[in-house]
């Protein structure tokens, strides 16, 4: 298959600005590039339930708050609905893991935008239902294909992981509509992420994006050749 450059880090670290300078610089390059997004959007989806009237704000926080408890370690999975969205969001990131593979045998160079993770469960890209207890057949069902299809997933290692590292306080700088616990477990987490043993290159994503770009566009060229 043709190469895969996955860019990985915390919300605020410029994953996309990154992936999208990257993939432009690919394709003049080295010709035919595209991009996959890999992660789950329930970020946008929720800021469209919010904006519904009247019902709309009280239930994006529900939901928020279900999802969040899900995905907590030693919390248990509140039902089988909040199980069926989450395993839902997992099987439309398949659908786009699925379409970045069909991309690379065509001969196509993929840049991605995230790259779904087996190592720590709940949340960066990892299975949501495995950190939460699973009672019940059918919510154990569920997080048994999860971590199935996330096994799968992560078994595909990229030829290059350009991992990009922010502290907490320039993340919540540039992500002030996030919480400020949610980037530090992020923040806290990304150093351990191995991907299945790739490529790891680390950048520091509060240097000047000049020099962030000159250096990225290095590493993927030290694999391409």
């Not at 299975?127 to 078994?155: C, D, N």
């Not at 240097?207 to 993927?220: D, G, M, N, R, S």
């Amino acid at each position: 298959m043709a190469p895969l450059i996955a860019v990985i880090g915390c919300d605020g670290s410029g994953k996309s600005t990154l992936s999208a300078d990257l993939l432009a610089w690919v394709r003049e390059t080295y010709g035919p590039a595209e991009t996959t997004y890999l992660g789950l959007r329930s970020g946008v989806m929720g800021n469209k339930i919010k904006a519904w009237p009247l019902i709309g704000p009280p239930l994006e926080r529900l939901l928020s708050k279900k999802a969040g408890q899900a995905r907590t370690k030693g919390e248990k999975i509140p039902g089988l609905a909040t199980a069926l969205v989450i395993y839902a969001f997992s099987l439309l990131r398949k659908r786009r893991f699925e379409r970045m593979l069909t991309l690379r045998r065509q001969g196509i160079i993929v840049v991605t935008d995230r790259y779904p993770q087996f190592e720590v469960p709940g949340f960066y890209d990892g299975p949501g239902l495995s950190a939460a207890r699973a009672e019940g057949f059918l919510v154990s069902a569920l997080a048994r294909q999860e971590r199935e299809i996330y096994e799968w997933m992560a078994s595909f290692v990229p030829d290059l992981v350009i991992r990009l590292n922010v502290d907490l306080e320039t993340a919540f700088a540039r992500k002030p509509d996030h919480k400020y616990d949610s980037l530090k477990a992020k923040v806290a987490v990304t150093p351990r992420l191995k991907f299945n043993g790739a490529k790891i290159v680390d950048l520091d994503a509060t240097i000047a994006y000049a020099e962030e770009l000159a250096l990225a566009q290095k590493a993927v060229a030290d694999v391409l050749g």
